[in-house]
């Protein structure tokens, strides 16, 4: 058989401007690169760059990743961009990956599907914003991965609080030589070039200064407009699990009631082990058929109370529920006592004192969770615009039973059985230790 001819091919890569150049240029002295880059500093575009470039002069295998599937499929279309026009390469639509006539692949794909990276040796991973990931995801997911052939990450995102993406960031800036491999760069809006003037005082002109700083100052902070510190750290409670496993607990369920549009959703929540059970979210059916569900998943888990969100529609139906024998109880969501739950949740996260099954919305929710600052000070929370926020609601509910579970106030079902009355002072007062040092961190992190 006569060999094979090697066919050369010319593509044509669109020119990187001057910063994201200078970026790349740092892979050539640093396996991983960390870049803390702006809003719209074309983070996306040169990450795409890479691995297509990367794939295209070696053959080898890459890999691009992103923290939502939102985002994925802007790598994906950006990525396709590049590479729809070179002869002989094909896209597989549903997997998100290219693969090259030289043999190099690009896949795509999110942290929502971690496992499609475990095994592969890779030798290079784009991390797009890396700081919305779980610190696993890099320590467990894709290190392992570069071992092998000693591939190359870049780890590029708007910063996010003080999170690993901080913490790889100040390997980059360290001077220690276990560090060498990792080199740190920031990048602000003023550093990028394809923005005049003009525009970015546009922008800085309607944008919130919290924001500003953090998004596109890209400045490390504590605590930006995100309430949940990243909240992947707490997505780790079993997912299947039968109210025999955690029998002899007491537990408590937080119900949010959907309006048009939006989600239903009961949250249970095990105040012993301080651990979600059971999440249901629906949307779209009859108050009646709602209810009828609610008073099921309750006859199954017996939870110990109920906080159920007591405006408009939530106020009927508790009614008629608290009829059949269930014990639910109305909470008056206002924007202080919203503040007052969200906030004992966001501690919560923080101290990673609560864990939360990992039930799809749920951690997107949590995510987009904003909290904002009007003109008066006054603290407002809640998902952005169009988002939902029914999840963190429920759970905050369930979180705010959790809290009071062992108040006197509250009488529950399995309380006397449970906690003898030396106990049960003891848990008092552990309580009131909670709440002080609960004050306390809370003004650490700046939040009135
Ligand atoms: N080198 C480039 N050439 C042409 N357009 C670019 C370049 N870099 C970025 N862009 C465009 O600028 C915009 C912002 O880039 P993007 O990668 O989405 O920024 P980021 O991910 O940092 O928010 C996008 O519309 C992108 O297509
Ligand atoms: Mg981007």
Same mark, same amino acid.
Request: charged share 25%; proline share 5%; aromatic share 10%.
């Given at each position: 058989?006569?060999?094979?001819?090697?066919?050369?091919?010319?593509?044509?890569?669109?020119?990187?401007?001057?910063?994201?150049?200078?970026?790349? @240029?740092?892979?050539?002295?640093?396996?991983?690169?960390?870049?803390?880059?702006?809003?719209?500093?074309?983070?996306?575009?040169?990450?795409?760059?890479?691995?297509?470039? *990367?794939?295209?002069?070696?053959? +080898?295998?890459?890999?691009?990743?992103?923290? *939502?599937?939102?985002?994925? /499929?802007?790598?994906?279309?950006?990525?396709?961009?590049?590479?729809?026009?070179?002869?002989?390469?094909?896209?597989?639509?549903? $997997?998100?990956?290219?693969?090259?006539?030289?043999?190099?692949?690009?896949?795509?794909?999110?942290?929502?599907?971690?496992?499609?990276?475990?095994?592969?040796?890779?030798?290079?991973?784009?991390?797009?914003?890396?700081?919305?990931?779980?610190?696993?995801?890099?320590?467990?997911?894709?290190?392992?991965?570069?071992?092998?052939?000693?591939?190359?990450?870049?780890?590029?995102?708007?910063?996010?609080?003080?999170?690993?993406?901080?913490?790889?960031?100040? %390997?980059?800036?360290?001077? $220690?030589?276990?560090?060498?491999?990792?080199?740190?760069?920031?990048?602000?809006?003023?550093?990028?070039?394809?923005?005049?003037?003009?525009?970015?005082?546009?922008?800085?002109?309607?944008?919130?200064?919290?924001?500003?700083?953090?998004?596109?100052?890209?400045?490390?902070?504590? /605590?930006?407009?995100?309430?949940?510190?990243?909240?992947?750290?707490?997505?780790?409670?079993?997912?299947?699990?039968?109210?025999?496993?955690?029998?002899?607990?007491?537990?408590?369920?937080?119900?949010?009631?959907?309006?048009?549009?939006?989600?239903?959703?009961?949250?249970?929540?095990?105040?012993?082990? %301080?651990?979600?059970?059971?999440?249901?979210?629906?949307?779209?059916?009859?108050?009646?058929?709602?209810?009828?569900?609610?008073?099921?998943? &309750?006859? &199954?888990?017996?939870?110990?109370?109920?906080?159920?969100?007591?405006?408009?529609?939530?106020?009927?139906?508790?009614?008629?529920?608290?009829?059949?024998?269930?014990?639910?109880?109305?909470?008056?969501?206002?924007?202080?006592?919203?503040?007052?739950?969200?906030?004992?949740?966001?501690?919560?996260?923080? @101290?990673?004192?609560?864990?939360?099954?990992?039930?799809? #919305?749920?951690?997107?929710?949590?995510?987009?969770? /904003?909290? *904002?600052?009007?003109?008066?000070?006054?603290?407002?929370?809640?998902?952005?615009?169009? +988002?939902?926020?029914?999840?963190?609601?429920? @759970?905050?509910?369930?979180?705010?039973?959790?809290?009071? #579970?062992?108040?006197?106030?509250?009488?529950?079902?399995?309380? *006397?059985?449970?906690?003898?009355?030396? $106990?049960?002072?003891?848990?008092?007062?552990?309580?009131?230790?909670?709440?002080?040092?609960?004050?306390?961190?809370?003004?650490?992190?700046?939040?009135?």
């Amino acid at each position: 058989m006569a060999p094979a001819r090697k066919r050369k091919i010319t593509v044509v890569m669109p020119a990187l401007h001057d910063g994201q150049a200078e970026v790349l @240029d740092a892979l050539n002295h640093h396996r991983f690169i960390v870049a803390a880059m702006s809003r719209r500093y074309g983070k996306t575009f040169m990450g795409g760059w890479k691995v297509t470039e *990367s794939a295209l002069l070696t053959g +080898g295998k890459y890999f691009w990743l992103a923290p *939502s599937y939102k985002r994925a /499929q802007e790598g994906f279309d950006l990525i396709d961009s590049f590479v729809r026009e070179i002869p002989g390469q094909r896209t597989f639509i549903h $997997d998100k990956r290219f693969v090259l006539p030289n043999g190099g692949t690009i896949q795509i794909g999110t942290t929502r599907d971690p496992h499609e990276m475990r095994g592969k040796g890779l030798d290079g991973v784009v991390l797009d914003e890396a700081a919305y990931m779980t610190p696993e995801t890099w320590t467990d997911v894709v290190r392992p991965t570069l071992l092998i052939d000693q591939g190359w990450a870049m780890l590029l995102s708007t910063p996010w609080g003080l999170n690993w993406f901080y913490e790889e960031f100040r %390997k980059g800036e360290s001077d $220690d030589p276990v560090f060498a491999d990792w080199a740190a760069m920031r990048r602000t809006i003023y550093d990028n070039p394809m923005l005049t003037p003009d525009q970015i005082e546009q922008e800085r002109l309607t944008t919130p200064p919290h924001v500003w700083l953090v998004e596109y100052m890209a400045e490390f902070h504590d /605590q930006a407009g995100a309430v949940f510190n990243n909240p992947g750290a707490v997505m780790n409670a079993p997912m299947a699990v039968r109210p025999r496993d955690v029998e002899g607990d007491v537990l408590v369920g937080g119900l949010d009631w959907g309006r048009v549009e939006d989600y239903t959703v009961f949250s249970i929540i095990d105040a012993t082990t %301080k651990r979600g059970v059971y999440t249901e979210r629906f949307q779209d059916t009859a108050w009646k058929v709602q209810r009828a569900r609610i008073l099921e998943i &309750y006859n &199954y888990w017996k939870p110990s109370v109920i906080w159920a969100e007591a405006n408009a529609a939530g106020s009927p139906n508790i009614e008629a529920l608290a009829e059949t024998g269930m014990k639910i109880k109305p909470f008056q969501m206002t924007p202080k006592s919203k503040r007052i739950i969200i906030e004992s949740l966001a501690l919560a996260v923080a @101290d990673k004192e609560i864990s939360l099954q990992n039930i799809p #919305a749920r951690y997107d929710e949590y995510l987009a969770f /904003q909290q *904002s600052v009007s003109a008066d000070g006054r603290v407002k929370y809640g998902a952005p615009l169009h +988002g939902h926020d029914d999840v963190v609601i429920a @759970d905050a509910l369930a979180w705010y039973g959790v809290d009071h #579970a062992f108040d006197n106030s509250v009488s529950l079902r399995n309380y *006397s059985g449970l906690y003898r009355s030396r $106990d049960r002072r003891g848990k008092l007062a552990r309580r009131d230790y909670g709440v002080n040092r609960r004050r306390a961190n809370l003004q650490r992190r700046g939040v009135r």
